[in-house]
C-alpha cells in the first residue's frame, strides 16, 4: 500500500503545509505536521512541497494472503431451488454447468433440498447427473424465509467443503446467495454469464460490468468456496435420464435455533399461468423505435400469429408503456427462443446481454449502422411499419 512520508526536520514552515493539499489532507498541530485520512495520493506535496519534505512511499505488506488447502475443498454445490413440488428450471440449468465443471476434475456433483416435503424433488433429481443429495425437510422450509434456508446450505457446505457453489439468480436466489456467502466469508460474483474451471479448482466467472459496457472475468484462488449465481436461460439444462440414477440421498437435521424466523408468510399469491418471455419459443421485442405507445398492438397481434410473447427494452418500461415482467436485458430478464424479432431495437450492450443465446435472432432497423445488426442472423434494413404488416399479411396468407 502506498503511503506519504513526512520528514519533519526538512520543512521550514510548518505551520503553512497544510497549504499545499488541495483536499485537506495535511495537519499541523502541536508543531507537527502529518498527513491525515483524506490523502487522495495526488503527490502534489511531493512535487511542491519543499524538496525531500515528503516522500511517496510504498508499505510493505505485514502479513501473507491466506493459502488455501485445494485439496479440502472438493466438488461442485448445487441450491436445488423448488418451483412448487417441482425442481425450478434454473437449477436444472446450475446441475448440467456443474457436472462439466465437476467432470473436467474428476469430482462430484452435490445438491442441497430444502421443504416440508420434498420426496417427490428428490425422486425428480436422480434422474439428472447428481452424484450427492444433503436434503433438509422439516415444517420450517415450507415457506421461503431467509434465515432458516441460510442455515442449511451454511450447514451443507461446513460439511461437504465443495470447491464452488452455484445458486439460480432467481429471487431467493438473489437473496440467499449473498447472505451464505457472507456467513462462510467468501465472496460472491452475481448474473455471471460463463463460467469455466482450471485443473487447480479456480473458478472462472465472467459477468458485465460498468453497465455492460465490458466483462468482467474474476477468479478468487484464495477463499474457498467459489460462490456465483447464474440467470435463468444462460445455460443449458441437461437432458433427463429415463432411469433413476445412484443418488446418495443424505438427511440433514439442523437445530431448532436455526430454524426460527422473524418472518412469518401470511397467505400467497401465485403469479398466475401462462407463458412468460423466459420460456416462450418465439418472442416479438419492441424498442424506442416503434414510436409510441399506441403503436405496440401491431407488435402483440404479430407476436400472437406466431404464438409468441410480446418483450421490450428498457426505456419503454421505465416509460410505462408496458410490464416490468416483459423486458429483456441486464436489468429484466434473459431470454433464450428459438426466434427472436427485435422491432426498433439499437442493441445496446444491456439488452443484447439478456438475448444473444437466441437460436435466430431478426433485426429489423432504419439505421444500417445499428448494433442490433451486429448479433442478427438475419438484419432487415427498413421501416418496421412497413415491414411488419407486409409479414403479417404473408402470415394470413398461409393461414
Not at 510548518?14 to 508543531?31: R, T, V, Y
Not at 484464495?222 to 456465483?228: D, G, I, L, T, V
Not at 419492441?286 to 414510436?291: D, P, R, S, T
Not at 410480446?310 to 423486458?327: M, S, Y
Amino acid at each position: 500500500m502506498k503511503t506519504i512520508l513526512v520528514h519533519q526536520a526538512l520543512i521550514p514552515n510548518p505551520a503553512d503545509a497544510p497549504k499545499l493539499c488541495p483536499f485537506g489532507a495535511i495537519a499541523f498541530q502541536e508543531g507537527s505536521v502529518s498527513i491525515t485520512e483524506q490523502c487522495r495520493l495526488c503527490l502534489v506535496c511531493v512535487k511542491k512541497g519543499p524538496r525531500g519534505a515528503f516522500e511517496l512511499q510504498e508499505e510493505q505488506a505485514t502479513s501473507q494472503r491466506p493459502v488455501i488447502d485445494r485439496e479440502k475443498w472438493q466438488g461442485i454445490l448445487v441450491y436445488v431451488e423448488r418451483y412448487g413440488r417441482s425442481i425450478h428450471p434454473v437449477s436444472l440449468e446450475m446441475i448440467g454447468k456443474a457436472h462439466e465443471l465437476a467432470d473436467k476434475l474428476g469430482q462430484p456433483v452435490y445438491a442441497v433440498v430444502a421443504g416440508d416435503a420434498v420426496a417427490q424433488v428428490v425422486e425428480e433429481l436422480a434422474h439428472y447427473p447428481v452424484d450427492v443429495a444433503y436434503v433438509y425437510e422439516h415444517p420450517a422450509f415450507k415457506d421461503f424465509r431467509i434465515e432458516p434456508y441460510t442455515a442449511a446450505l451454511e450447514d451443507a457446505i461446513g460439511t461437504l467443503h465443495p470447491s464452488a457453489v452455484l445458486v439460480g439468480g432467481t429471487n431467493i436466489g438473489r437473496m440467499l446467495a449473498p447472505r451464505t456467502a457472507a456467513r462462510v466469508r467468501t465472496g460472491l460474483t452475481a448474473d455471471c454469464t460463463f463460467l469455466d474451471i482450471q485443473k487447480n479448482g479456480d473458478l472462472d466467472q465472467i459477468r458485465p460490468a460498468f453497465g455492460g459496457n465490458i466483462m468482467a472475468h474474476i477468479r478468487t484462488p484464495n477463499h474457498r468456496p467459489q460462490f456465483a449465481t447464474v440467470r435463468y436461460k444462460i445455460f443449458d439444462a441437461p437432458s433427463r435420464s429415463p432411469q433413476a440414477g445412484q443418488l446418495a440421498v443424505v438427511h440433514r437435521t439442523l437445530r431448532e435455533q436455526s430454524l426460527h424466523s422473524a418472518v412469518s408468510v401470511l397467505s400467497e399469491t401465485p403469479k398466475g399461468a401462462g407463458v412468460f418471455i423466459e420460456d416462450a419459443d418465439v418472442v416479438v421485442a419492441v424498442g424506442k423505435g416503434i414510436g409510441k405507445r399506441e403503436n405496440i398492438g401491431l407488435f402483440e397481434t404479430l407476436a400472437t400469429k406466431l404464438h409468441g410473447q410480446l418483450a421490450c427494452t428498457r426505456p419503454l418500461v421505465e416509460d410505462g408503456w408496458i410490464d416490468p415482467r416483459r423486458q429483456i436485458g441486464l436489468s429484466g430478464r434473459t431470454v433464450k427462443p428459438k426466434l427472436i424479432i427485435a422491432c426498433g431495437i439499437s442493441g445496446s450492450v444491456q439488452f443484447v446481454a439478456g438475448m444473444k443465446s437466441s437460436d435466430c435472432i431478426v433485426a429489423i432497423n432504419n439505421d444500417p449502422q445499428a448494433a442490433i445488426f451486429n448479433v442478427a442472423h438475419i438484419g432487415i434494413v427498413g421501416d418496421v411499419f412497413s415491414i411488419v404488416p407486409a409479414l403479417l399479411d404473408k402470415l394470413a396468407k398461409r393461414g
